[in-house]
């Protein structure tokens, strides 16, 4: 003897979540996750179903948006833009010279950085005690 399938989720009730979703709209951004967490939290309180369950049942027939994934704190600067730094810290502007960085890490360029800032600042103290001396 067979054992039968429960179902979860009827049709009647998956076309229902699907037009409540739907309506929802697609708009990327925080205005597009508020209200499709709205329509969620509508289907869920009309199913009686968890939010992990209407979630995964919207995400099995394809309608699903994920929320944007919030962008890391600070700024992200890019590598060409580190070793375009490093290129106008250097004083003989040297053509070219700086591209083999491409292949460095971010943590070297910026390493590579820190040791210009340093030089300089050197330079800038030779140069005021040199003024003070005469």
């Known amino acids: 003897m067979a054992k039968e399938k429960q179902v979860n989720y009827t049709q009647a009730m998956v076309d229902q979540m699907v037009a ?4 929802a709209g697609t708009e990327t951004g925080e205005a ?4 499709r967490q709205d329509a969620l939290e509508k289907i869920q309180a009309q199913t009686g179903k968890s939010l992990h369950s209407v ?4 995400g ?6 994920a929320k944007a994934q919030a962008k890391a ?5 890019t590598k060409a833009e580190l070793i375009a730094q490093v290129a106008d810290n250097d004083p003989a502007k040297h053509e070219g010279f ?3 960085l491409e292949s460095c890490t971010k943590t070297v360029i910026k390493y590579v950085i820190g040791l210009q800032n340093d030089r300089n600042e050197a330079l800038a103290f030779e140069v005021e005690d040199g003024e003070n001396a005469s």
């Not at 409540?20 to 309506?23: C, D, E, M, T, V």
């Not at 597009?32 to 209200?35: N, S």
């Not at 099995?60 to 948006?65: A, F, L």
């Open 60 to 65: 099995q027939v394809g309608v699903y948006i």
């Open 98 to 100: 700086f591209d083999s």
């Open 73 to 77: 704190k600070g700024t992200n600067v």
């Open 20 to 23: 409540i979703y739907a309506a």
């Open 55 to 58: 979630r995964a049942k919207l």
């Open 32 to 35: 597009g996750d508020k209200a």
